[in-house]
């Protein structure tokens, strides 16, 4: 699917991340011309929140990826332990969701992810790449211990193997399913929005934030059908913000009545327990 920018909206609310301190990732950063041709090659709303110097650094990842399925580093440390990482793999439906099984396969939490699509500079018979990049943290607080790349390279191993069919997603979901359980007191709020001028289907989901809730929720798009087309993930205050904008598997728009089931579907999957009152967040 070739890559379209988010809506300037999408982004009001971000930080630009090249800002924040750098550290870690010692792997060195692509040439200014090949950072230009893969920035060149990203959707607007990329090159609005990544400084030269950044672009460079995913650009220099992307390529190392070479002939595998799927690739991931980290481009900066976090403090406490936390990293953000870069993915790249092939761009298909299910990617997010499998990347969402890899990490919780290792207990990460997401704070952050940005879901991007890319076409391949000369097609090299890969029409189009993902470039998801996620921030995340330890599942246990206590555990300090730093993200490095020799574990994100063994979180890109999981995920290969789930692109390829050797484990599924649904058996690490399944291991997972007690974690995602909600307390009484958390409304689960799952809504569909009009897109912008593209027309893209969104799917609007807010909860508490807990471990495997971007996998829960992947999970059932995917499931239902629908392929992520663009992603904006972020926790704040407890809470988690997730935005999706959506497409058929074959990239055609989404009826009402699919993006309709689609949120009962997600909102059936976070609601395992009923809020005060009676109340379940959104119907």
């Not at 299910?94 to 991007?116: E, M, N, R, Y």
């Not at 392929?227 to 009826?255: C, D, K, M, W, Y």
Request: proline share 5%; hydrophobic share 45%; glycine share 8%.
């Amino acid at each position: 699917m070739p890559p379209r920018p988010f809506g300037a909206d999408s982004f009001a609310v971000m930080p630009r991340w090249a800002e924040f301190e750098w550290g870690g990732a010692a792997a060195a950063d692509a040439p200014e011309e090949s950072a230009e041709t893969f920035s060149s090659s990203m959707p607007a709303g990329y090159r609005v929140l990544f400084d030269p110097r950044t672009i460079r650094r995913h650009a220099a990842i992307c390529g190392r990826r070479g002939g595998r399925p799927a690739h991931a580093e980290v481009w900066r440390t976090l403090a406490e332990g936390g990293a953000a990482l870069c993915f790249v793999a092939g761009d298909r439906p299910g990617l997010l969701s499998a990347i969402a099984a890899a990490l919780v396969s290792h207990k990460l939490d997401v704070i952050t992810a940005l879901a991007f699509s890319r076409t391949m500079p000369g097609g090299g018979g890969r029409t189009s790449e993902a470039v998801d990049l996620v921030w995340v943290r330890r599942a246990n607080a206590d555990d300090k211990e730093a993200i490095d790349d020799e574990e994100a390279a063994s979180i890109a191993q999981v995920l290969c193997a789930l692109l390829s069919g050797t484990i599924s997603v649904e058996e690490i979901a399944s291991r997972t399913s007690a974690t995602t359980a909600r307390s009484a007191a958390d409304v689960v709020v799952v809504r569909c929005e009009a897109g912008e001028a593209d027309g893209l289907a969104v799917l609007v989901v807010e909860a508490s934030d807990r471990p495997g809730m971007l996998l829960a929720i992947t999970l059932e798009i995917f499931q239902a059908g629908a392929q992520i087309a663009r992603s904006l993930v972020r926790t704040s205050g407890g809470r988690a913000f997730n935005h999706f904008e959506l497409v058929e598997f074959n990239g055609s728009p989404l009826s009402a009545e699919r993006c309709e089931q689609i949120r009962s579907a997600v909102f059936a999957a976070l609601s395992f327990k009923t809020a005060p009152d009676g109340q379940t967040g959104s119907p």
